[in-house]
């Protein structure tokens, strides 16, 4: 029993360990990540990550990237791509013209106005001569005359003087009244015009002229009206005293002939053509009168023989005739300003006409189609930044040359479609007109 009594602390913590053994404790392992199967070497291994929230997560950034995009591309589209188209009706009218209205060459407010266009126009010929003959010509050529003096018209008598800066004289062989002035709303007068054929007082090249004239008339020397009184000539010719090429009288009469019937189609063209577009030509006025031939050599034995033709005719505005019709038949009718929307849909001739007074009668018949005139220009300056919203109220600026109804509607569409103002360019903004 003894032997079996313990001795002492005989527990195993107390167990001498001897020399040489060593006691092998193992120790925590460390929790393996993904990062210590990695091939890098002598990286040592990564802490572990922190979780994040959604507002640091990828998924976020991507959104944000996302979101400028759009925004940006919004902005391009917004700026580069930028329009409006705005489809207006003009107010019109179809109405019934007055039988006859008078017009008024240089006229005053209120009355119809109509204006005379000049133009001139040289043809030559060339015809077989017989030697030469004496000759003993004047000069001569086309002047317009003015009246700057009053609105009064002014007769001037055939044999009429004019004078050259040189001094030399010139004549009038017809009688012709110059129109009073037109007076402007400032209070300037606009000089009355009419044309006549110069002659010059004695035969010879030394009133010949190739050079633009202008000149006086001496017989209002003394008075106001010897500065507001005065012609003008582009050039006169045909002064000679001396040998000129010998023409028959059959061949001077078949070129002339010639001559003014070439001459007389192209003063027709040029009514026809020539015509300033915002006018309308009264048929029947036009005047043409032809100068004496003249006669120069030619190669060959040949005479050149030139003529030259001056025509007038009479022109009316179509925007002042569409109103003064305007003025007769269309109710609350204030002074607008209309056109036709057809001129053809008018028929015009020439009723009377009195050189005295400047006035012609015009007569008239159809159903033309009046269109009230507005700016497109000025509708795009009033509608530059606007909302959309007011639209009609910048309309209404415009009235009555533009009215919105069921009829004549008005509709603005703005690019991009979720713009809601106009673009803050002109150019931009594009004025489509309705019929």
């Known amino acids: 029993m003894q032997d079996m009594t313990p001795r002492g ?45 959604f507002f640091g997560s990828r998924f976020f950034w991507i959104i944000v990237v996302v979101v400028v995009i759009c925004a940006a591309i919004g902005l391009l589209m917004s700026t580069l791509f930028a329009g ?4 207006v009706t003009p107010r019109s009218a179809i109405v019934t013209a007055p039988a006859t209205m008078q017009a008024q060459v240089n006229a005053p407010a209120g009355t119809l106005p109509y204006q005379i266009i000049n133009s001139s126009r040289t043809a030559s010929t060339s015809v077989p001569a017989s030697g030469t003959k004496q000759v003993s010509l004047s000069a001569s050529g086309v002047a317009t005359i ?39 709303a400032d209070g300037t007068l606009m000089p009355g015009t009419v044309t006549a054929t110069l002659y010059a007082d004695q035969p010879g090249t030394d009133y010949n002229r190739t050079a633009a004239t202008q000149f006086t008339i001496p017989g209002f020397q003394g008075t106001p009206k010897y500065t507001k009184f005065y012609a003008q000539a582009a050039t006169i010719g045909g002064g000679l005293v001396g040998a000129q090429p010998a023409v028959s009288d059959t061949d001077m009469a078949t070129a002339e002939q010639a001559l003014k019937q070439g001459l007389s189609n192209a003063m027709n063209d040029m009514v026809a053509t020539q015509v300033p577009k915002q006018y309308i030509a009264v048929p ?6 032809y100068n004496d031939i003249v006669q120069t050599p030619g190669p060959n034995g040949t005479a050149i023989l030139s003529q030259t033709a001056n025509a007038s005719a009479d022109v009316v505005g179509s925007e002042d005739l569409a109103s003064a019709i305007a003025k007769q038949t269309v109710q609350g009718y204030a002074g607008e300003a209309v056109n036709f929307a057809d001129p053809t849909q008018l028929s015009i001739a020439l009723a009377a006409s009195s050189s005295a007074s400047g006035i012609i009668t015009l007569k008239l018949s159809g159903n033309p189609k009046l269109v009230w005139q507005f700016d497109p220009n000025a509708l795009q300056q009033a509608l530059v930044g606007k909302p959309k919203a007011e639209f009609e109220t910048v309309l209404k600026s415009f009235a009555p040359a533009i009215t919105c109804s069921n009829d004549t509607p008005c509709k603005a569409s703005i690019r991009p479609f979720w713009s809601s103002t106009f673009p803050s360019t002109p150019a931009k903004i594009t004025v489509v007109t309705g019929s």
């Open 9 to 53: 602390d005989r527990s195993i913590r107390n167990i001498p360990v001897p020399k040489g053994h060593r006691l092998i404790t193992e120790e925590p392992k460390q929790p393996m990540y993904e990062e210590d199967y990695s091939d890098t070497p002598n990286q040592p291994p990564r802490s572990p990550r922190r979780r994040q929230g």
């Open 84 to 87: 409006a188209t705005v489809t």
């Open 146 to 184: 003015y009246n700057a003096y009053s609105t009064a018209s002014q007769d001037l008598v055939a044999t009429t003087r004019f004078q050259a800066p040189d001094g030399k004289i010139y004549r009038i062989h017809s009688a012709v009244t110059v129109p009073g002035a037109k007076q402007a």
């Open 284 to 289: 029947g006025t036009l005047a043409v009168t």
